[in-house]
């Protein structure tokens, strides 16, 4: 596929229960012509047993993920690459809510240990977004 922006990839596409569906194979650069039609027979051969090779995907990738430090590590990957300032949640995560609940599994957190969390940087005391943005950059006042 030769998108008009960003890279091109290798895609197959399939049609699984009445769905149409485009699964990427990888990157044009990193994956010879070869290699790819090796993976495209692979996902062809799974989607005729009756399985979505994207819905395996998906839970093989969450699958890695059991605890909340694992999380943020697989959500923090991504914000790297979007946020101006991403040393900014990690700073956040690691001294409020690593101590916390940081080891514990994702099924054993509850909500009350969020709003334990939530609680403890509201009385802390620091200004959030809202409150620094104003007092850095406060607004004129309306006459």
């Not at 596929?1 to 009445?18: F, H, V």
């Not at 090779?53 to 839970?59: A, F, L």
């Not at 700073?91 to 080891?103: H, L, M």
């Amino acid at each position: 596929m030769l998108p008009r922006k960003g890279a091109p990839y290798w895609m197959l596409r399939y049609t699984l229960a009445g769905k149409r569906r485009e699964l990427t194979l990888d990157k044009y650069a990193d994956l010879s012509l070869a290699k790819a039609r090796e993976r495209a027979v692979e996902a062809q051969r799974i989607i005729r047993n009756g399985v979505d090779p994207i819905e395996e995907r998906k839970r093989e990738e969450k699958a890695t993920i059991h605890t909340v430090q694992d999380l943020f590590s697989d959500w923090h990957q991504d914000l790297e690459k979007r946020l101006k300032h991403p040393h900014i949640p990690k700073r956040i995560f690691e001294k409020d809510i690593a101590p916390s609940i940081g080891n514990l599994t994702l099924e054993s957190v509850t909500p009350m240990d969020v709003r334990a969390i939530v609680r403890r940087i509201a009385d802390s005391g620091r200004p959030t977004g809202r409150r620094s943005r104003r007092r850095d950059n406060p607004a004129p006042p309306l006459v």
